[in-house]
């Protein structure tokens, strides 16, 4: 469960596009009440380079020495009225 206003992230230790960004195209198809949290690069400063479109990071191992990483942030939109 998410309230509207809230952020559900979606986390991999892959940078295989079937199982990131294939995998959060489809659930926003499904779920139009969630968008790209385009405000996490803000929160996230040194990662901001990382960040290819609004809400989604992807870590490759050379920047940091890691694994690669897929990470998207989605907000639900808060409805009025």
């Known amino acids: 469960l998410v309230k509207p206003g809230g952020i559900l992230v979606y986390s991999t230790c892959t940078l295989e ?45 050379h920047d940091f020495g890691s694994d690669g990483f897929f990470i998207a942030a989605l907000r639900k939109r808060s409805f009025h009225g």
């Open 17 to 61: 596009r079937e199982e990131n960004e294939q995998q959060v195209d489809a659930f926003l198809a499904r779920h139009p009440e969630f968008e790209p949290d385009a405000s996490a690069a803000g929160r996230l400063p040194a990662l901001r380079p990382s960040f290819a479109e609004p809400g989604r990071l992807r870590i490759f191992p």
